[in-house]
């Protein structure tokens, strides 16, 4: 396995975010990693993760590319005659982990690769054309239209919506989980 590690903090790493000036920003790469972890290591991690104390966020991004892990389930069998559970293998072509100022992990794709090339959906909206005069909000010739310039603009109005709505989501999900943390049985 290849692994590249970098560390930069001061005003250079202004470039990457602006808590990186103070708290630093890491990069890391990882290629061609391969492992075989237990399943009780995972769930140990546990305690080894929860602190008292809120740690600073260090923004940071992760690239893993061609990466292949195990996992295996060492809990004890159920019944004495089973074969055993099967081996689960996550197989990683290429991700990014992104840590942001905020302190929440974004796992995505790179730019341009992959089966699906997505574009940004603001793009595909604005290509759309309205009519060059104006496009009536009601067939009634008493209420006045929408300006073609205005179309566009509510086209980003509502981009911006979506985005604050998902992100809204976002939160509220890792709020749930930080309940259930201390109170498994909590429901919504």
């Known amino acids: 396995p290849e692994l590249c590690l970098r560390l930069e903090s001061g005003p250079s790493a202004a470039v990457h975010s602006p808590l990186a000036v103070q708290n630093g920003f890491l990069q890391m ?16 991690l546990g305690p080894f993760l929860e602190d008292e104390l809120i740690p600073e966020v260090i923004p940071m991004e992760i690239e893993v590319v061609d990466a292949k892990i195990t996992l295996k389930d060492d809990s004890p069998r159920v019944y004495p ?7 689960i293998t996550l197989a990683i072509d290429h991700v990014i982990v992104k840590r942001r100022d905020d302190g ?4 995505t ?21 309205a009519p060059a005069e104006c496009v009536l909000a009601a067939p009634t010739g008493g209420i006045r239209g929408l300006q073609l310039k205005e179309v566009p603009e509510l086209q980003r109005e509502l981009q911006t919506m979506k985005i604050a709505l998902a992100e809204a989501n976002m939160d509220k999900a890792r709020l749930l989980q930080e309940i259930r943390k201390y109170d498994p049985l909590f429901q919504l």
């Open 109 to 129: 794709a790179p730019q341009g690769e992959g089966p699906l090339k997505l574009e940004k959906p603001v793009l595909g909206l604005q290509e759309q054309r």
């Open 81 to 87: 005659t089973s074969p055993g559970p099967v081996p």
């Open 29 to 44: 790469l990882v290629h061609s990693y391969t492992a075989e972890l237990v399943m009780s290591f995972l769930t140990n």
């Open 104 to 107: 929440v992990f974004y796992l």
